[in-house]
Every structure is written in structure tokens, then in C-alpha cells.
């Protein structure tokens, strides 16, 4: 396995950082009291969060963390337009980081309905303030190879650094995963045209309510959302697929009240203890969206799941709030020093948002 790290959930070694692990006791941060599962319309967060700069966390929120630099790629914005210009159109449909740092989106080619990988050359790697060339179309996607009904959902890189496609038939309902290889681990440069998939697998569905999905420690993780609020664990094929459900966790532990999993959302990285970071929906006060991180005591094993820290989408002394977009995508830099969500911006486009920890 790969220890880069990159994209949502990938492995990555700490280098003998420990993680900070606080208290995951709930906190009532309007009252003071604690955690109160029959009110559910205030607002709940851990007792501790974590000091600023603490790698693998969500940073220090309750002290005024903010939001380092937004894009939005949608038409009337340079980005969007620039990839209007390209011929595709900017609805979103996930985001990665290259293994040089560079920001790779998803898109639907307007010509044809192709579905293209589009590279932002950042002018700073792992930096999407500081300007970029481009974009570029690297690796396409014909509708030969996904087929008629369906369309792109998700995308991830497994444990070779090899791409992973999710395709959704949103009337029947069946997944479509398909798994290309590529040239350079982590990388799309070059790629041009793809046909047909190297791998696929239409038997791993969470009917049409979970779309979030990772790989890490030769397994795959899906989070389901909407009615079935469950994550899976899955083990590999010889082919690198998923094969054979090994572990279902429901109810998630210490859900917010109100709040349940964006069917966006499993992040699953290795730092150490394990941890995983799963995205909110729901409506708690007002609050619609949130981050969750969770520690494993031992490593991928979803039975010993805790939460440790939870970002509410209204935080007080953040610029977190659902008109960012929601938290559809979660990326940790290699290093855990800085992290990445996004996804939709209900206005036909994606937001991502740069928080350093």
C-alpha cells in the first residue's frame, strides 16, 4: 500500500507524529451542558478541540480557525470559465490532489457527455490560492465504457494509485464501479481516452443512498446515507475490487442529534491509530452540514470507531457555513497540515475550501 495519502482516504504513515486524541465526550456549546440526545435542536461539539496546528485534526475551530482560501468553479468565475472555454461544464463531480500536489476535477464534456479528468497546473503545490496554468483534459471517460443511463457520481484513488470511477443509474439504482490503471501512480497526465474499464464491479450498491467510498489497508469503505446511515467495510479482490462485505456499522457512533452522514462521505487515512472523517447532513438548530473526525484504536477496524471532533457548518468564530458547498470531498495533505472539503454550490458549480490546521 502506497503511504501517500492522497485523496479521501488513502494511507498515510505519521512519521511518528502521535495524533492529538481529546476527549470525545459531546459538549453543548450554547449551554455548556452536556451532551443531551432529546434536545436536538441545539448545537453539540467535543469538550476539547485541538490545539492549533496539530497534524491529522481539524484544527483549533473554537479559537477562530478560518477558511485560508475558496475557489468556486462555476460560470462567471475564472476558474469556470476557463473550463467552460475547455468544453466541459462546471456541475461538480469531485475533486483529488496529483501526487505532486496538483488539484485534478471531474467533469462532463458538453460535446459528447464524455466525462473528463481536468488538471489545474497550482503554481504552489497543495495550494489552490496562490494561482494555477490551464486546465488541462488529461484522462477521459467515453459513455462506451460507463454506459447509457448512467452518470459520474464519485471518483478515488485505490491502494496502487490506480483511478476509481463511480457511475450511478439514478432510476434503477445500480452502481457502476469502474477501475482504470494508469501509467504513474497518482498522476492522469497523458492518459487521453479511456474505452473500457480494467476492472468493474456493479455488485456493491448502497441503493442510490451511499456514494461516499475510499480504499486503505487492502480494503474498501462505503458510507450510505439518506435511510441506511451505515458504513461498510469491504475486502479486496484479486483484482483490487471489492468482494466480500465484512463489517457494517449502524447506528455511526456519537451522531450529532439531527444530523446523519452526506451520502459524499468517508474519508479513511492511517496515521498511526486510525482515523476516518465523515461528512453531515441534516438540520440541527439550523445547521445543515458538518465534519466529524473519528479515531480507530485499532486500525480499520470500524467496531472501534470514536468521535473526537465535530465541526458544525455554523461554528462560532469559523467561516464554515452550507452556502461553502457541501462537504461531499474531504482531502488531508500528505502531511496532515492542511485539509480540503467540497462539492456543490447549488448554484450548478463546486466550492472547495482550504482550511490550515
Not at 476509481?164 to 481516452?193: A, C
Request: overall charge negative; glycine content about 14%.
Amino acid at each position: 500500500m502506497s503511504n501517500l495519502g492522497l485523496g479521501l482516504g488513502l494511507g498515510k504513515s505519521s512519521g511518528g507524529i502521535t495524533p492529538f486524541v481529546p476527549s470525545h465526550q459531546l459538549f453543548n456549546t450554547q449551554t455548556g451542558a452536556d451532551f443531551n440526545s432529546d434536545n436536538g435542536a441545539e448545537t453539540f461539539k467535543v469538550v476539547v478541540p485541538p490545539p492549533a496546528g496539530v497534524p491529522f485534526t481539524l484544527g483549533d475551530h473554537e479559537a477562530g480557525q478560518s477558511i485560508q482560501q475558496q475557489v468556486n468553479i462555476k460560470s462567471g468565475t475564472p476558474m469556470g470559465n476557463d473550463l467552460i472555454s475547455l468544453g466541459y461544464n462546471t456541475q461538480n463531480s469531485g475533486f483529488l490532489f496529483s501526487a505532486t500536489g496538483d488539484l485534478l476535477t471531474c467533469h462532463k464534456r458538453s460535446a459528447d457527455n464524455f466525462i473528463g479528468m481536468i488538471a489545474w497546473g497550482l503554481s504552489s503545490p497543495w495550494n489552490i490560492d496562490l494561482g494555477y496554468s490551464g486546465p488541462t483534459e488529461e484522462l477521459v471517460i467515453s459513455t462506451a465504457a460507463f454506459g447509457a443511463g448512467y452518470s459520474h457520481d464519485k471518483m478515488n484513488w485505490d491502494d496502487n494509485g490506480n483511478i476509481v470511477h463511480l457511475f450511478v443509474d439514478y432510476n434503477s439504482q445500480p452502481y457502476n464501479w469502474l477501475g482504470f490503471d494508469l501509467t504513474t501512480p497518482y498522476q492522469i497526465t497523458g492518459e487521453g481516452t479511456k474505452v473500457a474499464a480494467d476492472r468493474s464491479n456493479n455488485t456493491v450498491s448502497g441503493n442510490n443512498e451511499g456514494r461516499g467510498f475510499s480504499f486503505g489497508n487492502n480494503s474498501f469503505f462505503l458510507c450510505n446515507g439518506n435511510s441506511l446511515q451505515n458504513i461498510q467495510k469491504w475486502d479486496l479482490n484479486a483484482g483490487g475490487f471489492p468482494d466480500t462485505l465484512q463489517q457494517s456499522v449502524i447506528p455511526v457512533p456519537d451522531q450529532p442529534p439531527g444530523m446523519g452522514n452526506t451520502r459524499g462521505g468517508v474519508f479513511v487515512f492511517d496515521s498511526g491509530n486510525g482515523l476516518m472523517v465523515v461528512g453531515d447532513n441534516g438540520n440541527v438548530g439550523g445547521v445543515y452540514y458538518g465534519v466529524r473526525r473519528y479515531s480507530m484504536s485499532t486500525p480499520y477496524d470500524l467496531t472501534t470507531m470514536v468521535m473526537e471532533e465535530w465541526i458544525d457548518f455554523q461554528a462560532s468564530g469559523t467561516g464554515y457555513t452550507n452556502g461553502q458547498g457541501d462537504p461531499e470531498t474531504f482531502i488531508w495533505k500528505p502531511d496532515g497540515t492542511k485539509y480540503w472539503w467540497g462539492g456543490s454550490n447549488n448554484s450548478g458549480g463546486q466550492q472547495i475550501s482550504q482550511v490550515l490546521v
